[in-house]
């Protein structure tokens, strides 16, 4: 490799992997084909940083450490030589040395997993986005057998005031791709987060606050990009035999499944 | 050699894991070669005695429920929760989202059809917790089952590996929740 191109390089588990100035560490990866577990990011719309999913280690080769470095005194084990960040809002920089498919980490992001299932009522069963749903899959990627903690059984409101749009809040896991996707791409600003702490939800921006007042269609990128089963489709849930899913057919793993499951109105089989 | 003991349970589960379990079709004949079982809806034992390995299906609806998860617990060295309902109360939970009295009042005072209305109150019933939850709010559990219901390989795999003295590792392939 050039000297240039060292100079636009950052190795992710020991892969070397060359990016453009002001790319961040996902993008990156995402273009090199190498997955870092994510939730609340999707190329195009802005980065948000809510469901650290994507949480690396980056051990910067500049950071010396000596005995006298308060953290290594501390009664746990802090790797001194690294610190945690989250790839979709972190620039690359050249020289990064990034740990991503790790045991400790994959571990980490099990957990987190386990508390997004447990803080809403994801009862995969009976939701009709089961084998289509991003947060599924990721749960299958990181082998999450259980919750493990106590389930918080929240009571939120459904909202099947829209025609052909329905809300149920059960399912939301606060990643704010629709309210990006509505500010950024459809120019509508329909959604956003309102309340703090554990009450933070979904509202919607329209009079009533509900989403029939709004200007929600069923075209709209809003409408459609919901990891989850919260925004669904009125009639057109269970359409695809189990086996054709989304998630049957693909790992959440592959690169480039955004148009995949954005497409979703048809399966890709059809 | 002697047998693998197992005792199975269905509390608010809809029996539809046991079904599985005997999806694994004529593959029980060779199981059974290995194991027997102790109580369970397939046997008449009516109370658990000391088993290797308990396999419990349904969330904890009610106090019937929680009697018969301890006894399991206390008597089964390896505490299965099996399907979705005894991992995270599954279906039934969704009944959270209502008081307890607007559920029973549904059903037994304003329900379609209902002749001479009232709750049931014999002490003879267990009384419902007002709410459903997973096994492992209540006992401590020593391994997950998922899928509603688990798939018959799904068994054989974590009993497979519990019969070889091997940590139970589901494959990737064999995972899923609904």
């Known amino acids: 490799m050039s000297a240039e191109a060292k100079q636009n390089t950052i190795t992710i588990d020991g892969q070397e992997i060359l990016f453009r100035q002001g790319q ?25 940083g809510s469901c650290k999913l994507c949480t690396v280690n980056i051990q910067d080769r500049n950071v010396s450490s000596s005995p006298s470095d308060r953290r290594v005194q501390t009664k746990f084990f802090v790797d001194i030589d ?17 740990s991503n498919n790790t045991p400790e ?19 995969c069963p009976s939701c009709e986005k089961t084998g289509d749903c991003t947060l599924q899959a990721v749960a299958y990627h990181l082998g999450m057998l259980d919750g493990h903690f106590p389930q918080f059984f929240p009571r939120r409101e459904v909202d099947a005031s829209h025609s052909s749009v329905m809300l149920d809040r059960d399912r939301c896991i606060l990643c704010e791709l629709c309210v990006r996707a509505s500010r950024e791409v459809d120019g509508k600003n329909v959604f956003a987060i309102a309340g703090r702490g554990i009450n933070a939800h979904l509202i919607v921006n329209s009079p009533s606050g509900k989403l029939a007042d709004s200007g929600l269609e069923t075209g709209d990128m809003a409408a459609h990009i919901c990891p989850v089963g919260a925004i669904l489709i009125k009639e057109h849930g269970y359409e695809v035999p189990i086996g054709r899913r989304t998630f049957d057919l693909h790992q959440v793993g592959e690169i480039g499944l955004e148009k995949v499951i954005l497409a979703k109105t048809r399966h890709t089989d059809e | 050699m002697s047998k693998i003991r197992i005792a199975t349970t269905s509390l608010a589960g809809c029996f539809g894991c046991h079904m599985s379990f005997l999806d694994m079709d004529e593959r029980l004949v060779e199981l059974l070669e290995h194991v027997e ?10 109370h658990c005695g000391p088993c290797d390995i308990g396999l419990v299906e349904g969330g904890v609806c009610n106090a019937e429920n929680v009697h018969v998860l301890r006894e399991f617990r206390n ?37 379609v059809g209902v002749e001479n209305p009232q709750i049931p109150d014999d002490v003879e019933l267990p009384l419902l917790l007002d709410k459903v939850h997973p096994l492992h709010e209540v006992v401590h559990v020593d391994y997950y089952l998922p899928g509603c219901p688990p798939s018959a390989d799904e068994f054989l795999s974590v009993l497979g590996d ?16 609904d």
């Open chain 1, 24 to 48: 961040t560490i996902m993008d990156a990866a995402l273009a090199a084909g190498v997955y870092i577990p994510h939730l609340c990011h999707k190329p195009g719309l802005a980065p948000h």
């Open chain 1, 82 to 98: 690294s610190r945690s960040v989250s790839a979709c809002t972190m620039p690359a920089v050249a020289g990064q040395h990034i």
């Open chain 1, 105 to 123: 980490l994959n571990e980490v992001r099990k957990t987190i997993t386990q508390m997004l299932f447990i803080e809403g009522n994801h009862l």
């Open chain 2, 37 to 46: 079982f102790n109580r369970s809806p397939l046997t008449d034992i009516k």
């Open chain 2, 75 to 111: 008597n089964c060295k390896i505490l299965i929760a099996v399907g979705a309902c005894a991992i995270n109360g599954g279906i039934p939970a969704m009944r959270n989202h209502f008081e307890l009295r607007e559920c029973l009042e549904e059903a037994y005072v304003n329900g």
């Open chain 2, 162 to 177: 519990l019969l070889e003295g091997r940590e139970p590792a589901l494959p990737r392939s064999l995972l899923h929740y």
